[in-house]
């Protein structure tokens, strides 16, 4: 017992953290994969969509969890309470909004994705406003640094789904979509339990003044720009093969999605901690772009292992996670891998220039996003040719945001030989 304690007392809290995303992130896996091997292609294409929908609507509660990120940093005293009172109140009102509006369209959404049952919508439109608190939550952890709250928070989440959803699948007669939709529902409400919101008073004294409250603004209306972006090309292509394509196929297709993302998953561990870690070198005006280099670094380095490995033994991979009844998708494996870690590792160029307030490649992320939605409409003849068009969108949002980098450096490099210049007249 002496032992572990002192093995905890050398593993920094950051590592803990890392530990704690990389079981999550397991979890959160396991979670799909047992209901592909338990629900066949067939419902769980429907399944598959509710998880999709989630990471939809993640693009504002990752804006309220960013954006307390941020302003956790830079603000304190009596602004830092103004603000985070601030945020509670968005993400209350965000959240009963877009909840209502779900529940109010449930039919139609029902019938644009070919589900079984509307209720599956209705249920998942009621846990959107926990969602949005749960974000500006763990928003405030990451911020202040507080990585074993934030590991809570991810944990209680993430276990009482996994646990919840198999036993009401396995102890109630409901069609499996209701019982998901459930799940996720009450994993939200765990989600809150290591803070709950007894620290947000949404009638507080403290407020912002404008100039505040229009940096906020600013800074969640670019980040909610990107955060949109990124959901459209890590989400769009289940969403439209749902639509094109047959319960079967889409199933297949969610399959392969899910075993290709690995690398993003594991790549959102690092982005976790590279945006305090940027915003506060930046404040402590040392330099940033080291922390980038070494992130790249890391997901390029994983991006080419699993790229490799589902090339050679793609029907081992499959097999294993899924069964043989999602074998004909594995000739796709390899090629939809390269298309995540494209899309992975310029994810971390994003957030390493959204972190300095700079926005361009949230514009140039938007635009490719927008290209990659537009090529899979007008072709997706079949499954492969998704596949293919996605390749291809990620290869050139690649290319720019390298390209963007050196650009930034090179002006930088230009200002500063200038202000020397200044200096020495």
Not at 133 to 142: A, C, E, P, T, Y
Not at 304 to 323: N, R
Not at 418 to 424: L, M
Request: proline share 3%; with cysteine; charged share 10%.
């Amino acid at each position: 017992m002496t032992s572990v304690k002192l093995v905890l007392k050398k593993v920094s809290p950051q590592q803990m953290f890392m530990i704690s995303a990389i079981l999550v992130n397991g979890g959160n896996y396991l979670y799909n994969l047992l209901l592909g091997r338990i629900l066949g292609p067939g419902a769980f294409a429907d399944a598959a969509l509710l998880v999709t929908l989630l990471l939809v609507l993640s693009f504002i509660g990752m804006t309220f969890q960013l954006a307390t990120t941020k302003f956790a940093v830079v603000y304190s005293g009596d602004v830092w309470i103004a603000f985070k009172n601030t945020m509670y109140r968005y993400a209350a009102f965000f959240g009963i909004t877009f909840g209502v509006l779900i529940i109010l369209f449930s039919s139609q959404l029902q019938d644009i994705f070919q589900t079984r049952s509307s209720l599956i919508f209705v249920l998942f439109g009621l846990a959107v406003p926990l969602y949005f608190l749960m974000s500006v939550n763990r928003g405030r952890f990451q911020g202040r640094q507080e990585f074993g709250k934030l590991a809570a928070t991810y944990q209680t989440e993430m276990w009482s789904r996994l646990l919840l959803t198999f036993i009401a699948l396995w102890l109630l007669p409901f069609e499996s979509g209701i019982v998901i939709a459930l799940g996720i529902g009450l994993s939200f409400c765990f989600g809150l339990f290591p803070s709950g919101i007894k620290m947000a008073n949404f009638r507080s004294n403290f407020h912002l003044t404008s100039t505040q409250l229009r940096e906020v603004w600013v800074f969640i209306g670019l980040t909610a720009g990107y955060e949109l972006t990124q959901i459209i090309i890590n989400n769009s292509d289940i969403l439209l093969v749902k639509h094109y394509f047959d319960n079967y196929k889409a199933g297949l297709y969610s399959s392969l999605a899910l075993i290709g993302r690995v690398v993003y998953f594991v790549a959102w561990m690092f982005v976790m901690l590279l945006m305090p870690t940027v915003i506060q070198k930046q404040k402590d005006g040392e330099p940033t772009k080291p922390v980038l280099l070494r992130y790249v670094l890391l997901i390029g380095a994983l991006s080419a292992t699993i790229v490799i490995a589902c090339s050679l033994m793609p029907e081992f991979i499959i097999t294993v996670m899924f069964g043989e009844s999602y074998l004909p998708i594995s000739g796709l494996l390899w090629k939809y891998a390269l298309a995540t870690s494209l899309f992975a590792v310029s994810n971390i160029f994003a957030y390493y220039f959204l972190s300095l307030n700079q926005y361009i490649p949230v514009i140039l992320s938007g635009v490719l996003g927008l290209s990659q939605v537009f090529l899979i409409t007008f072709f997706h003849s079949d499954l492969a040719m998704v596949v293919h068009v996605q390749i291809l969108a990620m290869l050139i949002l690649l290319f720019a945001q390298i390209l963007f980098f050196f650009a930034s450096n090179k002006t930088s490099a230009s200002r500063r030989d200038n202000d020397i210049n200044t200096k020495e007249v």
